[in-house]
């Protein structure tokens, strides 16, 4: 189910990417698909965000790019890739 069936079926007031705590408490199954669409959802308390709640593939990312060695190694095959400094599948893998 949408946020916009669980804005309707709670009369609380879902802005785009923003859920309550209530609505979110009372529909935690139906916000878990929309982050699943979404990638997250802001969580408001009192009218104020305090949290969110992101999808896994999202948070996996986040956590890489927090990564210092992931970035680099990142920024080295582009340099690589930029001086064509590459191996083709054949040389990798051989014969599969």
Known sequence: M???NVQKQCTI???MDTITTTTLRNNLADAIDEVTKKNYLLVA???K???ALVSID???DLIA????K???SIKKAREEYKKGDIFSHQ???GEV
Request: charged letters at 30%; glycine letters at 4%; a positive charge.
């Open 2 to 4: 949408a946020l916009d």
């Open 58 to 60: 999202l948070f996996e």
């Open 49 to 51: 965000i305090t949290s």
């Open 91 to 93: 040389q990798v893998f």
């Open 45 to 47: 308390k009192r009218g």
């Open 13 to 15: 007031k879902v802005d």
């Open 65 to 68: 790019l927090s990564n210092k």
């Open 70 to 72: 992931y970035l680099a």
